[in-house]
């Protein structure tokens, strides 16, 4: 090759696209839950984080991990809770078993607030200095530091929680799951040193809790998450849960579709209200498995009447205009 053409190839060269993954940035308007929506995941024992570094791949299917039982939890507002007026700094809720509750402060900085207990009798724990769990942007240069506390008082016991936790990036690529694959993910590590006491009773305890989660563009939760908890300096257990929704995403582009369903619990009528277009049929189901109603959906949000059913839990079903579903959410209906 001469000169001549070995210039031209050179700049021939240059001109050639390269098509290469991209550093994630990820916002707080594209991992932030909403009211409204409802979380499917999977748990399971087991499982090696892996190390962190660029254009990483993780895998995480079995015999690598052991799956246990899959769950759900919704996200609701503060007024649809038993803790309505009882509680501030509150923006979403995380309602676990109808009974279970952690309240969250969301925006530039997503922080647990505390956690309530409703059976019969309101049982509510806060933080005065919050648990700073992300703060945003999200990407390669997170780093930050945070301490948190609480001191539970009641006629029964007092309790004392407070920590340090560090939380950073290190790490994003592909990662792998039984629910999919999942591209330009980010990886957060949040390392958690807790002392807690139950005043009164023997301790204290102090534990350290190593954390990594995966995120992407518009799942509004970790693809996956690993916690490692260490007693006394010793590896005490390691378990994990991964969202377990009805897709199999390849890219950003092919994460499942935004859907909210409002309010929840219902009375008279519901709302459901989607992202996309291609919400167009949808099924309300008791919890023997008996369909009791279902209607085609010709514009959003849609408006479903309740009327002439009872009071009770029911499985809303969205499905697209092939008739394959969508997602499941779980609907209260009080009369």
């Not at 952690?102 to 200095?129: H, L, P, R």
């Not at 005043?199 to 998450?225: C, M, R």
């Amino acid at each position: 090759m001469n000169t001549l053409q070995y210039t031209i190839f050179i700049i021939f060269c240059s001109c050639i696209p390269i098509l290469t993954s991209a550093q994630p940035t990820l916002t707080a308007s594209q991992i932030t839950p909403q009211p409204g929506e409802t979380h499917p995941l999977r748990y399971f024992s087991g499982g090696q984080p892996g190390g962190g570094g660029n254009n990483k791949t993780w895998s995480f299917l079995p015999p690598a991990i052991t799956l246990d039982d899959s769950t759900s939890y919704d996200v609701v507002t503060l007024s649809q809770t038993p803790f309505s007026g009882q509680v501030s700094n509150v923006d979403i809720l995380y309602n676990f078993e109808d009974f279970e509750y952690e309240f969250y402060k969301t925006g530039d900085t997503f922080s647990m607030t505390g956690y309530g207990i409703y059976q019969g009798v309101a049982q509510i724990y806060i933080y005065s200095d919050p648990k700073d769990l992300l703060r945003f942007p999200l990407n390669m240069g997170t780093d930050y530091t945070d301490s948190y506390y609480m001191n539970y008082t009641s006629s029964l016991f007092s309790f004392i929680d407070s920590g340090k936790i560090r939380v950073f990036v290190d790490g994003w690529g592909t990662v792998i799951t039984p629910a999919g694959t999942f591209t330009n993910a980010l990886r957060v590590v949040r390392v958690d040193s807790l002392f807690s006491k139950y005043v009164g009773f023997s301790g204290p305890d102090f534990v350290l809790v190593k954390t990594y989660e995966w995120y992407v563009a518009n799942l509004h939760l970790p693809v996956i998450q690993i916690d490692s908890v260490w007693v006394d300096g010793q590896l005490d257990d390691v378990y994990g849960q991964y969202y377990n929704g009805h897709y199999n995403p390849t890219s950003v582009n092919d994460l499942p579709f935004s859907l909210y369903v409002f309010p929840n619990p219902a009375a008279s009528v519901v709302y459901v209200q989607s992202s996309e277009n291609n919400l167009s049929y949808i099924t309300l189901m008791d919890l023997a498995g008996r369909e009791v109603m279902h209607t085609t959906i010709h514009e959003l949000p849609a408006a479903i009447p309740l009327t002439g059913l009872s009071g009770g839990i029911y499985i809303l079903s969205c499905f697209d205009e092939d008739r394959r579903k969508l997602r499941d959410v779980k609907l209260v209906i009080r009369n």
